[in-house]
């Protein structure tokens, strides 16, 4: 399924092409030296527990806003070229995509530090929540990893 | 009139995902807990004893944050998006 690449900020319901979303951020600018990406995906086991499903809610307007301001701060921090961030909403199998963070610059080391801290900071400020179905039940999770 | 929104693990809480109210005057998110646990005591312990967090109009809120007619206050849980 193909999705449109024009927003460097995006919370949607359909899978994203990690290649695609790649080259959008390589038209911003012919200085691009380096490109980090984070990749997170549905994984299978979670405390012990097979997880068949993941379903991933946020709040609307405010989660797009906390996105754009990790993106702003990205690039005021690191000096990065710039960033685009994307995440699913919805139900999300096993092995699926959930988030795709691309921080490009000149120079590899700032992409590096500024994916790393992005990923972070949207975990700790951005109101995306996360419901794991195992064998047991369903559970929103709550942990801040 | 003010909008009170509900997330994830709170809706079960609430017994709702979204309430309204009609305020006078403005009032804090303190008074709006003591007001929410007249209908909701689960919830309203759940905010006074800060397991949540809250915004007002999308942005983050502490218990001394004025409400004001029309606005949106959200009880949003420990978040959980992205990936370990």
Redesign the interface.
């Given at each position: 399924m193909s999705t449109t690449t024009d927003s460097k900020i995006r919370i949607q319901l359909e899978d994203f092409s990690v290649t695609d979303e790649i080259e959008a951020m390589k038209k911003v600018s012919r200085n691009i030296g380096g490109i980090t990406t984070f990749l997170?995906?549905g994984?299978e086991m979670s405390k012990g527990e097979t997880i068949s499903e993941l379903n991933?809610?946020?709040?609307p307007?405010?989660?797009e806003?906390k996105l754009e301001e990790i993106r702003v701060q990205s690039i005021k921090d690191f000096g990065i070229i710039d960033m685009s961030i994307i995440?699913r909403i919805g139900p999300i199998d096993i092995g699926e995509n959930?988030?795709l963070i691309v921080a490009v610059g000149e120079h590899r080391a700032e992409t590096f530090k500024a994916c790393e801290w992005a990923?972070a900071e949207?975990?700790?400020?951005?109101?995306?929540?996360?419901?794991e179905t195992t064998s047991t039940g369903e559970v929103?999770?709550?942990?801040?990893? | 009139m003010i909008t009170i929104?509900y997330?994830?693990?709170l809706r079960a809480i609430a017994e709702k995902e979204e309430d309204s109210l009609d305020i006078e005057n403005p009032i804090s998110i303190d008074q709006l807990s003591d007001i929410i646990s007249k209908t909701a005591p689960k919830m309203g312990a759940i905010i006074r004893e800060k397991k949540v967090m809250i915004?007002v109009n999308?942005e983050m809120a502490s218990a001394d944050t004025i409400i004001h007619d029309g606005d949106e206050v959200?009880f949003?849980?420990?978040?959980?998006?992205?990936?370990?």
């Open positions: 997170g995906t994984r991933f809610e946020h709040y307007k405010m989660a806003k995440h959930i988030v990923i949207l975990k700790r400020t951005t109101p995306i929540w996360k419901r929103w999770v709550q942990d801040t990893p | 929104k997330f994830a693990s915004s999308q959200a949003l849980p420990p978040f959980s998006g992205g990936a370990k």
